[in-house]
């Protein structure tokens, strides 16, 4: 390679996208009933079940592959990816509800999670207030949350339990740190108290 020569991975770079716009047509939402997430999901297909679209894609490198597998397209922006998750761990999903349920243990995860888990914001009050049962406490918790986030692929086939991914997803829009994991796909009123989104977006990667 000369030297000032930069190498660009093969459709690396973002080209265009193709934003998607949905809205609920009864009362539990986009997200409430299986054939509601499955139609949505219907709607990416028509890209990601298309032959010619690995071709056009940005492709995903944000993993290594083997030398003789073929690199897949880069996922949706979207909460389907939740739905659709390649692997899901229901009883440390639901160990992490419990957990974020209690107001009082969501405040002390959004108090201490940027600095226990990112080394940023160090220096404030709770930080150092903050016991050592309560620090790791934050760190179990906050690996929990990333080993369950770092299969939303969509490469799986829906979630049996649906309305454990919603209630999750309710809760961690409250989550600091990992809000921005969820709440680009769900409307303004979705919350824990309001389980139900009627609309939502997504965007394909070209």
Avoid: H
């Amino acid at each position: 390679m000369n030297k000032g020569v930069e190498t660009v991975l093969k459709q690396s770079e973002l080209a265009d996208i193709a934003y998607w716009v949905f809205e609920g047509e009864d009362d539990v939402g986009l997200f409430g009933s299986a054939a509601n997430i499955q139609g949505m999901k219907d709607a990416y297909d028509v890209f990601y079940k298309d032959r010619a679209f690995i071709d056009w894609c940005v492709l995903d490198y944000r993993e290594k592959v083997a030398a003789n597998e073929t690199r897949g397209c880069l996922p949706p922006l979207s909460p389907l990816t939740m739905y659709y998750a390649s692997e899901w761990d229901s009883e440390m999903v639901a160990t992490v509800i419990e957990e974020l349920k209690k107001t009082e243990k969501l405040q002390l995860f959004n108090d201490l999670s940027v600095c226990i888990l990112q080394g940023l914001y160090c220096g404030s009050q709770a930080i150092e207030d903050a016991s050592a049962e309560d620090r790791m406490w934050v760190m179990e918790l906050g690996n929990n949350i990333t080993t369950i986030t770092s299969t939303w692929d969509m490469n799986g086939p829906l979630v049996s339990n649906f309305t454990q991914v919603t209630e999750l997803a309710s809760l961690l829009v409250q989550v600091g740190l990992f809000k921005g994991t969820v709440d680009f796909g769900f409307d303004n009123d979705f919350s824990a108290a309001n389980p139900v989104s009627q609309y939502s977006r997504g965007i394909v990667f070209w």
